[in-house]
């Protein structure tokens, strides 16, 4: 595997507030924004929806304006064991209290979830969250159905006019299928390293997009052992695709030592302080 610049990582956060406590997170992502590692990948909702809680302090401690990447389209569990969870893992009362703000009156599988009135509700509360950071780009979630086109569009003049781009994370290949025929249309498309592998040649026709890769180290068994690709073909392709290409990146979820040893191998100058004293499965 190449050597890759901290530019191309997005650092993923879905375990920060609950595999990694929020102290540590912030610690972790102290030690990262030094090394060169200033983008972050968030949700409202990940883990007991402390995630945005922790990117915050971290931008305030550090004084640096991180970027952060958030999301519409999770929901918070409501199962009691979920909101058990919620409560052990809350730094205060007062954020306890604020996260439950996402609590839905509505399926995600249905097309209302996915209006133009929930989008600006969610956008403009993760920017409240994250009052010391910077949002770049608001994703539509891994939307249960075909998404992009005219509506869609409108959607992205909005949340402009908001200071923020709108794109799609985990899209159906229809969605895909729309962005070929589109070329005219700019946009950040995140996709599952899996799906990656499984669409490489349709992906490496879209014109216009940028393709940022989650999971990259969480799909390697699946993708070797159901498509059948070898570990030569695995390293050519990543380096085709990515090396030298900043524009394109790696979304890697940071949720144990494991993990932070693994993104330090793909670093051309790995820094040695980027490390979790809690020695935890990645």
């Not at 794109?167 to 969605?175: F, S, T, V």
């Not at 393709?211 to 050519?236: C, K, M, P, T, Y």
Request: proline share 5%; hydrophobic share 40%.
């Amino acid at each position: 595997m190449p050597n890759f610049n901290p530019a191309q990582f997005v650092i993923g956060t879905s375990a920060w507030g609950s595999r990694i406590p929020v102290s540590r997170a912030v610690s972790v992502g102290a030690a990262l924004v030094d090394a060169g590692f200033a983008r972050f990948d968030s949700a409202p909702t990940y883990r007991s929806s402390y995630a945005h809680y922790a990117l915050n302090r971290l931008a305030d401690k550090t004084g640096v304006e991180i970027t952060v990447d958030t999301k519409h389209g999770q929901l918070n569990e409501r199962s009691l064991r979920g909101i058990a969870k919620k409560i052990l893992r809350a730094p205060s009362l007062g954020v306890l209290a604020s996260s439950f703000w996402q609590q839905p009156s509505r399926d995600r599988m249905s097309e209302n979830f996915w209006e133009t009135d929930r989008l600006i509700q969610v956008y403009l509360m993760s920017r409240r969250e994250l009052n010391h950071a910077k949002i770049d780009v608001f994703y539509y979630h891994a939307p249960p159905m075909p998404v992009l086109g005219p509506e869609f569009s409108a959607f992205q003049d909005i949340l402009a006019s908001q200071g923020a781009i709108l794109d799609i994370a985990e899209p159906m290949m229809e969605d895909l299928l729309w962005l070929r025929r589109h070329p005219e249309r700019r946009m950040v498309v995140q996709v599952r390293f899996v799906e990656f592998m499984r669409h490489y040649e349709l992906i490496r026709e879209l014109e216009n997009v940028d393709v940022w890769v989650n999971g990259i180290f969480r799909d390697q068994a699946e993708i070797r052992g159901g498509l059948g690709i070898n570990s030569s073909r695995f390293h050519r392709i990543i380096s085709d695709f990515l090396v030298g290409h900043v524009t394109q990146k790696f979304i890697v979820g940071i949720n144990s030592h494991v993990s932070v040893c693994r993104l330090r191998t793909l670093v051309s100058e790995p820094a040695t302080t980027i490390l979790l004293t809690e020695q935890a499965g990645g």
